[in-house]
């Protein structure tokens, strides 16, 4: 069964939210976590059912659990996080695939660099006031200028989780 979404503004709530990466490193012996703790967005839903909004992280935000590690992703080795603060997610369209499905297209912006990025989130829980997008996928960091790699360390790509609960605002 579909449900229709609201039409309308819908803002992220940071509280219920969570977007993180992983990436295995020590030439696949490792895989690093992290969390970016700040997090902010709306969306609009539009009256044909269409949609599109803006997340946007705070670079600095990430935290993988190691404050040396956490300053060295924060240098302009990684996210340039004093020059590129924040990392943002543009969404151009977002149409309702059959079942949960929810295809999601847009352009991702990384240390000021865009690229587009097309995804398939799932829609896990709507209702008249809310609703949670669920989405994977992975990113070639080296795309975004992120292409540190001391003695050949870190391969492959960089997967991203994002959980996005969304509320409807009023008027």
Do not use: C, Y
Not at 22 to 47: D, N
Not at 147 to 159: D, Y
């Amino acid at each position: 069964m579909t449900v229709a979404v609201q039409t309308g503004t819908w803002q992220l709530d940071p509280a219920a939210s969570t977007v993180g990466l992983r990436h295995r490193t020590m030439w696949g012996l490792v895989t690093v976590k992290g969390t970016f703790t700040t997090v902010s967005g709306t969306g609009e839903v539009r009256p044909d059912g269409s949609a599109a909004g803006t997340v946007t992280l705070d670079a600095a935000s990430l935290d993988t659990k190691s404050a040396k590690r956490d300053t060295h992703l924060r240098s302009a080795d990684f996210f340039d996080a004093a020059n590129h603060p924040e990392i943002t997610f543009a969404v151009r369209a977002a149409d309702r695939l059959d079942g949960d499905g929810v295809r999601v297209t847009g352009q991702l912006t990384v240390r000021g660099i865009s690229r587009p990025v097309t995804l398939t989130a799932r829609l896990t829980d709507a209702s008249a006031e809310a609703l949670t997008l669920d989405a994977e996928f992975t990113v070639d960091r080296e795309q975004f200028g992120m292409g540190w790699n001391q003695l050949g360390m870190m391969r492959g790509l960089t997967t991203v989780t994002a959980g996005l609960r969304f509320t409807l605002t009023a008027g």
